[in-house]
């Protein structure tokens, strides 16, 4: 198994990840459907320009508290 401190902190990240997606659907079943329909929905560049801000917004975050 790999033991560098990026890979550690990245699973760490992913399964954190994993556990707020798991107690969204768990507490709020239904909203997180009409989230899923809206999505399929939306059109593409709007999904992706989403996409983009979260990643930015995500690796912004990682960078202040890394510093």
Do not use: C, Y
Not at 42 to 58: C, E, F, K, W
């Amino acid at each position: 198994m790999i033991r560098s401190v990026g890979f550690h902190d990245f699973l760490a990240g992913f399964g954190i990840l994993l556990m707020l997606e798991g107690l969204l659907f768990a507490a709020f079943p239904n909203w997180m459907r009409k989230a899923m329909q809206s999505a399929m929905a939306s059109p593409d560049n709007i999904l992706r320009t989403i996409g983009l801000i979260s990643a930015v917004a995500g690796l912004v975050l990682i960078w202040l508290v890394r510093r």
